[in-house]
């Protein structure tokens, strides 16, 4: 899923060739997104795009020879000037008058055109790694023409950027290309996103554009025409183009360079944070603040970000927050939060920052990444990079624009790895609580998870013992015998030992509800309108969408389960993101949406079907009831980490959601409510802990 999709796009035909363009936000302020080499599409500009519509009016094209756009068979087609001349027309199309320029790589010889021949039509140009044919890198380029047509005796390394390589083993050139664009460590998903990228188009499409390149003499010439201010943003570890070639754009037009220290051929791609920032500082300059407030006289603030994967965070965050509350008086809390989360902070009267509109969907993309009661939540997670990096450019702009004490991120996945990556953006006292620590591979996914989840794992490592200051609590919510036992990978620490030592315990689960304070259970229960001598059985999936087939299933399974417990009655919780209209119709079966009390009718029932999330579960446990909980296919949390628990507490039964038939299930019912409840006791005062940990801070 996209952070954001376009508010307007459209085709331009020039010479019978469609090119394709996106426009995005608004305001009388343009930033022109370029295309690259026709290696790869606008995809590539998936971290900007969100940040920058924002803030201003994005304009996106698709080059020639890739994405939406024509792939004409003529190599002249291909020409710098082709390239140019369509961008004016997209401007036309799009009724753009001028705008600020940004290319990558090969596309600054299109803005350099730009910017030189049409000054009237760009504002500002942004170049990063520009490929452009001066002498740093003329050298080079000379060097790889002279074999590019050439049938070479071995292919390796920079002999690959050969034609008849390329037709040979287009996936191989692919690979070793972008391998090289992105040299910094831990690289894995932006080479696989490139490589797929580039088999959207053919080996003669790029053949056709090695072929048409401003010469040198025309590149230094246009260059000393350009009048506009000029950005050049290059990584010294640039194996396409040499650093050197971005200094001497920069020079040549009297621009500013901004060398990024150990990055490669994309920074925007891999310090897209740092990116993201010069850009707008160097385009879209904000003005200056006109007041400002003494630290002593501002009141106690935090800014929270609670996870909108499941429910379970924002119950247990408030639980928290109640308590900080008590120790912190005069502290004013405000939620950077989206749906289905603010529907339990709102439910509790928490305030909730109204930046939080402008959230991409976490939720929403969990969903799309859902099949057939399976979620590879790793993969799901690792493809929502683009989603992760728009919020948090959102919470960072949040705080930049109100002083906050302390920032809490309850598994804010976003904020806990961007302030890894960009520990100088820290200016407040930074909470990170979690249950579970660590990625792990699924046994049927074979040696390719293995690697990606150890990978990832080790990314997180290396970032916590780096900047051990960026944390200033690491909370988790649980003992230390609720990490699974283990090591985080080859090669890795054992998890542990490892989170014992980076973490803080709360003691145990922290529950929304304290059941010690519920009272008579009977009252209870004829206050959630439940009759004495019914036997209660609550179905529920969570608060995304991706339990709707196992809710469908258990609905249907309780005319079976009703034959073996007579007086069983069933209410099904459809949650805030299933349609209940999507469910089937089962006689007896009640159908509710979203119930913000759940933890109650949980306490309340005797008897839960549930979906293997953790908050949940705990909830049942604390309350002692009987549950029968089905974990998500390909779930390494569900599977693994939740599982762990659950049994350390001897609590639910677990089953395997292809052996849920009705009679299973309904069998499984019988036994539970004729079984005793042996649980060991959920501990208690964990929110208090919590909020002492944070309260600390002040």
């Known amino acids: 899923m996209r952070a954001r999709t376009p508010d307007r796009d459209g085709y331009i035909v020039r010479d019978g060739v469609r090119i394709h363009w996106e426009l995005y936000g608004q305001g009388d302020r343009t930033v022109f997104l370029l295309p690259p080499w026709s290696i790869i599409h606008s995809r590539h500009w998936k971290f900007q795009i969100a940040d920058l519509a924002r803030h201003c009016r994005v304009l996106v094209m698709e080059g020639r020879g890739n994405g939406l756009s024509d792939r004409p068979t003529d190599v002249a087609a291909y020409a710098d000037e082709e390239f140019e001349a369509d961008a004016l027309a997209v401007m036309d199309d799009t009724e753009t008058r001028s705008a600020a320029l940004v290319s990558l790589s090969a596309g600054a010889r299109w803005a350099l055109l730009l910017a030189a021949e049409h000054p009237e039509r760009v504002s500002s140009a942004a170049f990063i790694a520009p490929v452009l044919p001066l002498e740093p890198w003329d050298q080079f380029r000379q060097a790889a023409s002279s074999w590019f047509d050439e049938e070479l005796d071995e292919y390796v390394d920079w002999m690959k950027y050969n034609a008849r390589y390329w037709r040979r083993d287009h996936r191989g050139f692919l ?9 910094e460590p831990h690289s894995t998903k932006p080479i696989e996103d490139t490589v797929g990228w580039g088999l959207e188009t053919t080996p003669e499409v790029l053949i056709a554009t090695a072929r048409q390149v401003l010469s040198d003499q025309r590149s230094v010439e246009l260059g000393r025409r350009v009048t506009c201010p000029v950005l050049v943003i290059h990584g010294d570890e640039d194996e396409i183009v040499l650093h050197a070639n971005g200094a001497a754009l920069a020079d040549l037009t009297g621009g ?35 007041t400002h407030r003494r630290g002593l006289r501002r009141r106690r603030r935090a800014l929270w970000v609670s996870s909108p994967i499941g429910l379970g965070h924002a119950r247990r965050d408030v639980a928290i927050a109640q308590e900080l509350r008590r120790l912190v008086p005069d502290l004013e809390i405000e939620w950077l939060a989206q749906d289905p989360v603010t529907r339990v902070l709102e439910a509790h009267g928490e305030r909730i920052h109204p930046a939080s509109t402008d959230l991409a969907s976490e939720s929403r993309h969990i969903e799309l990444e859902s099949g057939s009661h399976r979620l590879h939540v790793f993969e799901a997670w690792r493809r929502m990079d683009e989603i992760l990096l728009s919020n948090f450019m959102v919470f960072l702009d949040a705080v930049r624009e109100r002083d906050y004490d302390v920032w809490i991120g309850d598994e804010a996945w976003e904020v806990d790895h961007y302030l890894h990556e960009n520990p100088q953006l ?14 792990l591979p699924m046994p049927a996914r074979g040696e390719r998870d293995v690697a990606l ?19 200033d609590r690491a909370i988790f919510i649980g003992r230390p015998e609720d ?12 998890m542990r030992a490892w989170t014992e030592r980076h973490y803080q315990f709360t003691g145990g689960y922290i529950l929304g509800l304290d059941h010690q304070a519920l009272g008579d259970r009977d009252e209870l229960r004829r206050r959630l309108g439940y009759g004495k001598e019914e036997i209660v059985c609550i179905a529920s999936v969570g608060g995304s969408g991706v339990g709707a087939e196992l809710l469908s299933r258990l609905m249907e399974a309780f005319p079976a389960a009703r034959r073996r417990v007579p007086g069983l009655r069933m209410v099904a919780v459809a949650g805030p993101r299933v349609d209940p209209g999507s469910l089937p119709t089962v006689e007896g079966v009640e159908v509710r949406p979203f119930v913000p009390d759940l933890d ?34 390909d779930h390494c949390e569900q599977n693994f980490h939740v599982r762990h628990r659950l049994d350390r507490y001897r609590a639910g039964r677990c089953m395997d959601f292809d052996e849920a038939t009705a009679e299973n299930v309904a069998a499984a019912i019988e036994t539970l409510l004729a079984g005793a409840v042996e649980y060991a006791d959920v501990e208690t005062g964990t929110a208090a802990r919590a909020a002492r940990l944070i309260a600390e801070l002040w």
Not at 426 to 439: H, N, R
Not at 456 to 468: K, T
Not at 608 to 617: F, I, K, R, V
């Open 175 to 183: 690979e070793f290309f972008f391998a090289r664009a992105f040299p």
């Open 453 to 471: 989840t150890a990978d990832y794992n080790a990314e997180m490592i290396e970032h916590v013992e780096r900047f051990p200051r960026v944390r």
């Open 483 to 494: 990490v699974l036992p283990g090591t985080f990978g080859p090669g890795l620490p054992e």
């Open 426 to 439: 820290k200016q407040a006292a930074y909470v990170w609580l979690t249950d579970f620590v660590g990625w």
């Open 256 to 290: 500013r360079l901004l060398t990024m220290e150990e990055s490669g051929h994309c920074p925007h791609v891999r310090d897209p944070v740092a990116v993201n920032l010069a850009l707008r500082e160097f385009l879209l300059p904000a003005p200056a603040p006109s």
């Open 600 to 633: 109650l009718h949980l306490a309340a029932c005797d008897i839960a079907l549930t979906q293997g999330g953790l908050s949940t579960t705990m909830e049942l446990t604390a309350a002692r009831r009987p549950f029968l909980y089905f974990p998500l296919r």
